[in-house]
Each structure stands twice: as C-alpha cells, then as structure tokens.
C-alpha cells in the first residue's frame, strides 16, 4: 500500500526586518495606533459658574463636533461646584466666576497650577420686570418703600451676590437695603426672581440680564465703579481624562471661543 504523501502547510513569508518593505509597514502600523490614540473621544465633566451656561453650550457644539469629545456641564454657584470638587467629585474642568473659589481649590492642591488662567470679565446691572416693573433708575431707588424686595444671590458664599454685596456696600445702600434683600442659590436663580415677579428688583450679571426678555435693565453699574469681576479656569488636578481636560481648557482660550464669549457680553480677564 503506498504511503500518503504528506501536505506540507505553506510558509509565512514574513519581510526581511532590514527591508525597505518591512520599514514601510512598521511605519503604517504605528501610525494606525497613533491614529487611534489620538482620536480617542473622551466623556468630559465640566463644572462651570451658572452665568456661564449660554456661552458655554454654544462654544460646546462647535468643540463636540471637533474633537469627538463629550462635554457634561455641571452649572451652578462656584462656591457649590467647588465643594463638591473637594468631597471628590469626577470634574474635569472647573471654570469659577471668582478667584477666591479658585484659590480654595489651589490651596487643597486640587488643580493643576500649570492650567490656571483668569480668563474673563462681567459687570453687575440691576434689573426689574420688563412689564409693568418697580420704577428704579438709579440705585438709590432701591431704598425706596415701593421696592419690597431685592433679590440677588448668596450674599456669603456665592460670587455673584458676594459681588452684589460689595457694591452696594460701597455705595452706602447695603445697610438700607439688607431688611429686603433675598437671596438665591444662583445668579440664575435670582434672574428667575424678577422674571417671575417674586421681587421688584434684582442684582445680577450683564451677561444673564441680555438673555433674558422677561427683564429689563433700569441701572448698569459702570466697569470702573463696580468690583473686580473674574472668571479664572483651570484643569482639575488627577482628572480621568488629563490630555483631554487641557485640550478643552485650551480651546476656551482660542480665539474662537473668545468670540463667542463676547457675544453674549462677555469682557477680557481684567
């Protein structure tokens, strides 16, 4: 009976390592894996100042469809975004509306200092229902009996009514006003106040007295009389997604987000 011939099994022929071709084909792969890194999309957590939330969701359409990346905005006070960075919350970016907030966290050694940058401004404006609302024109309007309350927020803890609190204490009217103030968990908050109708008057920022039509402005305090607004944005220090958080945080900085800052009224860092 002959003997089966046995089926040898084709050879892999693999190039030779000193090969022009097998340095092409290195150089294909390594660029497929850079590829890959650096498109990697990546889930962002960015805890921002209530104030900022038009501006920022407008500039978030344009990063999204960019990067490939997803932008999650936490927004409210600062002083409530940055307690809950220091209980451990997964943020990414903290984008404050004042320093002080900024300074606690840096203090805590829970940013990354190199990220750090004061990046806008904003002036207070006092604002009434656009129909039928309290007839204030100058500050001292808000002192008078028809006006019942003035909203505005957390005086204490919040910048927007730490702000608020500081003019009008340079102005004399804090102590003629305090019996009537109310405060608001955010600028927002406050905003909504007046629109509703739930008091005469309130203090916020310009950029939210623009988006709204509910309100009208009666008073806009002058930049050079008002308090050193500041908006300082950094990348949280031991971030999920470092590389990711820096990129964002620098594009906040390009001129492309710049100008849409401006749009809704937004000043350079002063």
Not at 216 to 241: M, Q, T
Request: glycine share 6%; aromatic share 8%.
């Amino acid at each position: 009976m002959p003997r089966a011939t046995p089926q040898l099994q084709p050879r892999l022929r693999f190039p030779d390592p000193g090969s022009e071709v097998f340095g092409r084909r290195l150089l294909a792969f390594f660029s497929v894996v850079l590829l890959a890194c650096t498109t990697r999309a990546a889930d962002l957590n960015v805890f921002a100042a209530a104030s900022l939330a038009d501006a920022l969701k407008d500039i978030a359409k344009a990063y999204e469809k960019a990067s490939g990346d997803t932008l999650h905005f936490n927004l409210a006070a600062s002083s409530a975004l940055a307690l809950q960075i220091k209980q451990g919350a997964p943020a990414d970016v903290f984008f404050s509306a004042d320093e002080a907030k900024m300074d606690d966290l840096a203090k805590a050694g829970l940013i990354a200092a190199d990220t750090r940058v004061s990046l806008l401004s904003n002036t207070l404006v006092i604002v009434v229902n656009a129909v039928g609302g309290a007839a204030v024109t100058v500050p001292a309007d808000l002192a008078q009996p028809a006006v019942r309350r003035v909203t505005l927020a957390e005086p204490q803890t919040v910048p927007a009514g730490i702000y608020a609190k500081e003019w009008l204490q340079a102005t004399g009217l804090w102590t003629k006003i305090v019996d009537k103030v109310v405060p608001t968990e955010n600028v927002r908050a406050t905003l909504a106040a007046v629109e509703s109708g739930n008091a005469d008057a309130g203090i916020v920022y310009k950029t939210d007295a623009l988006i709204s039509r509910k309100v009208r402005i009666a008073h806009a305090v002058a930049l050079a009389d008002g308090p050193k607004i500041s908006y300082p944005l950094a990348v949280v220090r031991g971030s999920r997604n470092d590389a990711a958080a820096r990129r964002f945080a620098t594009y906040l900085t390009s001129p492309a987000a710049r100008a849409i800052f401006e749009q809704y009224g937004f000043l350079p860092a002063r």
